[in-house]
């Protein structure tokens, strides 16, 4: 019997939202912001263990740092290189 992750939820921020500070985010997930229209993703934290968010992790830390006023974990590429990578990470 395998481990199978939760799919990927992705929500957009709608008006009211984006005046809101805080955004409903489910336990056991994180919001990460991605591309040039910085699109909010909920991903599960599970994924920061995996060799390859750890790399999406190093470029935020390079070209970011941690303290970003999104007030999400903020990530360099595009939504499609982001998409990818977490659907392959999904099929763990």
Known sequence: MGFHLPSIRRALFAANQVSSKTVDVPKGYLAAYVGDKMKRFVIP??????????????????????DHPM??????CSEDV?????SCLNGL
């Open 82 to 86: 982001f998409q990818h990578i977490t």
């Open 45 to 66: 934290v599970s994924y920061l263990n995996q060799p390859s968010f750890q790399e999406l992790l190093s470029q935020a830390e390079e070209e970011f740092g941690y």
């Open 71 to 76: 007030g999400g974990l903020t990530i360099p």
